[in-house]
């Protein structure tokens, strides 16, 4: 388990801390998302994990031990795949995967095998031999990924790995990706494009301004005991909120606390009977761009 | 070590397919060496032909003028061309740019040769020079030293002559059309042998190869800027890869290329500018050849190091390129590399002292013109080494800085 405890970082000439006290415990095996709009500290605090920035505060251990002696033990233990295309455009796939093996310190046989795997991993068999230069955007960022999965690392870091890359290679990549913790890599995937999140990840945490907002499993976070419900033509009659306990929301929303399914078919039949198209009901659950906006009241995307 | 080879591998692959950065690298150097050797090909050859063109018009007639003439068609730098027979001819001549120097040959200079101006109570007419406005006033003195040298001679001949006839000596015949060797040879004074002063191709060779080797800035920091822009760094230290490797990784590849430089040039000066008519170039042997390439080594620690100091500064490859470039063409104008140090005014050659490139050149010219060992280049060699740790030691903090 990584167990980030009260990370705080300020980037020289900012005012506001990237990183503001930041805990967190991510568990092994799984996908854990950090989701967070841009400039809440995601890649801050990837860097942090990954051994590139030294935090001003606070401590991350790996499996109770300080992330410098995990890396000094083993520098493959803990991978970084950066958001930019984090390789060298004049070489070829195979090149680049060729020179990365040797910055690992991966030797002849052991080179040339884990080079092959990664190249089927990420479906790059036919352009090996091409420049990086000439890939496609999506090509790119498979590039990006297998030169992180080069040294098997127990822990993979990827920032924003999808960005810019057409809904075929993100489907390809979200598969590849949630495929990893089944042979042994636990992943950090931060984005702040929440179906993405919603679909690979079961553990994760939302960002803001450094801090961590809201941490825990997926289901406990979209779970929602409030039941939201819009309708067309205009107001409710105030009778009828009051009778059902309806709290008057935005555009014609209408929330209602710990809905049972005897009030809800009652407010369905009285909605019936009084002539009021029901436009949308939502019960029991939420998505995260909900979760977020209750939260600070503004846009995963701001 | 795996990590130094696959660093060293990366950097040749990326210069070998960066065909801008090799065209920098040895295109570039070998143009100046060829162009720059046969431009200044007669600066740096005593008695060597000069390209102006002058005329004689021989108003006299006499055996005599033909005989000056024969002496300045033999011993004059200046090349002679058909001036015509009369003064007007002459100044047309120079008025259409076609001649620059026109020497008239009064009528009676035949006559008079050996009687002094009024020494018989009538007066002796002067040869005169008619001249092109333009000219360098050091080619119309050169000019008329040559006429004052070849009317000495052709006097001296003919006193020889009729001092002979007057005591009845016999007298060689041919004697008077004899050509008259060159008296003066310059020599410069070296340590172990006399030779004659460096050529152009000497100058040149090593002048634009130390040039040649700082432009290995352009192709450190634009790898080293990729590198920095797009992340990679930040993945090598992920990787665990330590500032100090990662410029250690750059340094051998270029200090390679800067020895293949060496190599190119060398060859260059001494089989293609032969071929173009230039003197080939002369390279010490035995220890001083050694000597020459520890020089060359030094120089190429500077130049890597500078690069790699200017690759860790700067931020974008158009601020590498234009700090880079101009930094070196600044150390090459100042180095003597454009302009030979001995022909700057005093004040510029102080000034060149703060040349990296002038350190480099100064060795060079140490080992290949004066026949020098360790002791003529060692305050070249110490201040290149100490410019080179200087610039690593700041590469490597800026670098440690910017990766936290």
Redesign the interface.
């Known amino acids: 388990m990584l167990s980030v405890d009260a990370l705080s970082h300020t980037y020289p000439g900012s005012s506001a801390p990237a990183l503001n006290e930041l805990s967190l415990s991510i568990p092994d095996g799984e996908v854990y998302g950090l989701l967070g709009p841009n400039g809440a500290g995601k890649t801050t605090l990837i860097?942090a994990i990954?051994?590139?920035?030294?935090p001003e505060r606070g401590e991350i251990r790996l499996d109770g031990q300080p992330l410098a002696e995990v890396?000094r033990r083993d520098?493959?233990a803990?991978?970084?795949?950066?958001?930019?295309?984090?390789?060298?455009?004049?070489?070829t796939v195979r090149?680049n995967l060729?020179?990365?093996?040797?910055?690992?310190?991966?030797?002849g046989a052991a080179q040339a095998a884990r080079i092959d795997e990664c190249l089927a991993f990420a479906c790059l068999v036919q352009v090996a031999d091409q420049?990086a230069e000439h890939l496609s955007g999506g090509l790119r960022r498979r590039l990006n990924l297998a030169?992180g999965l080069l040294?098997r690392p127990r822990l993979l870091l990827l920032d924003e790995p999808t960005v810019g890359v057409d809904p075929q290679s993100r489907h390809f990549l979200l598969e590849s990706i949630a495929a990893l913790p089944a042979a042994g890599t636990s992943v950090v995937y931060t984005s702040h494009y929440m179906e993405e999140v919603q679909t690979i990840c079961r553990q994760l945490a939302i960002l803001d301004q450094g801090r961590v907002l809201l941490a825990g499993s997926l289901d406990s976070l979209l779970r929602n005991q409030e039941t939201v419900l819009e309708v067309a033509g205009g107001a409710l009659p105030p009778l009828l909120c009051e009778r059902h306990g309806l709290q008057p929301g935005e555009d014609n929303s209408y929330r209602l606390s710990q809905a049972g399914t005897a009030s809800l078919a009652a407010l369905l039949a009285d909605l019936a009977a009084a002539g009021i198209a029901l436009e949308r009901l939502q019960h029991g659950q939420r998505n995260l761009e909900q979760v977020f906006i209750s939260l600070t009241r503004r846009s995963l995307r701001d | 070590m795996?990590?130094l080879?696959?660093?060293w591998?990366?950097e040749t692959?990326?210069l070998w397919?960066?065909h801008h950065g090799l065209a920098a690298l040895f295109l570039m150097p070998v143009i100046f060496i060829l162009v720059m050797t046969m431009a200044l090909h007669d600066a740096f050859m005593p008695g060597a032909s000069i390209d102006v063109d002058y005329g004689i018009v021989d108003l006299d007639g006499s055996v005599h003028a033909q005989r000056l003439a024969a002496q300045l068609d033999g011993n004059s730098s200046f090349r002679r061309q058909s001036a015509g027979n009369d003064l007007a001819a002459g100044r047309e001549a120079i008025r259409d740019g076609r001649l620059a120097l026109v020497l008239v040959v009064p009528a009676g200079f035949g006559e008079r040769l050996l009687l002094p101006s009024g020494s018989d109570g009538k007066p002796t007419a002067a040869l005169t020079v008619m001249l092109d406005p333009a000219l360098n006033p050091a080619l119309r003195l050169a000019f008329q030293s040559q006429i004052a040298a070849a009317l000495g001679r052709l006097r001296a001949d003919e006193l020889t002559q009729r001092a002979a006839a007057q005591f009845g000596l016999s007298f060689a015949p041919g004697l008077q059309a004899r050509d008259w060797p060159e008296e003066i040879v310059s020599v410069a004074v070296q340590n172990t042998r006399d030779v004659r002063p460096p050529s152009s191709v000497q100058q040149n060779v090593p002048a634009w190869l130390v040039f040649a080797m700082f432009f290995v800035v352009i192709p450190v920091a634009s790898i080293f800027i990729?590198?920095r822009?797009?992340?990679?760094l930040?993945?090598?230290?992920?990787?665990?890869?330590s500032p100090t490797y990662l410029l250690a990784g750059k340094l051998l590849p270029f200090f390679v290329v800067n020895q293949l430089q060496a190599l190119v040039m060398v060859l260059v000066g001494m089989k293609v500018v032969p071929l173009l008519g230039g003197e080939a170039l002369i390279m010490p042997a035995g220890r001083g050849l050694f000597w020459w390439w520890v020089v060359a080594a030094a120089v190429s620690l500077g130049a890597v190091a500078w690069a790699l100091l200017v690759a860790s500064l700067a931020r974008t490859i158009q601020q590498a390129t234009i700090v880079g470039g101009i930094g070196n063409i600044l150390m090459g104008a100042l180095g003597g590399v454009m302009v030979p140090r001995f022909m700057m005014p005093a004040t510029m050659q102080q000034l060149a002292e703060w040349s990296p490139m002038a350190w480099g050149l100064e060795s060079f010219h140490q080992i290949m013109l004066r026949q020098g060992g360790l002791s003529e280049v060692l305050p070249g060699l110490a201040k290149l080494l100490t410019f080179a740790l200087l610039a690593l030691a700041l590469a490597v903090w800026f670098n440690h800085r910017k990766?936290?």
Do not use: C, N, W
């Open positions: 860097s990954a051994g590139v920035l030294s890396r520098r493959r803990i991978a970084l795949v950066p958001q930019d295309h984090a390789f060298y455009p004049m070489l090149e060729r020179f990365f093996a040797g910055i690992l310190d991966l030797d420049r030169i040294g | 795996r990590q080879i696959a660093l591998r990366k692959l990326a397919r960066d990729v590198e822009q797009g992340g990679t930040q993945r090598l230290r992920s990787m665990g890869l990766m936290q």
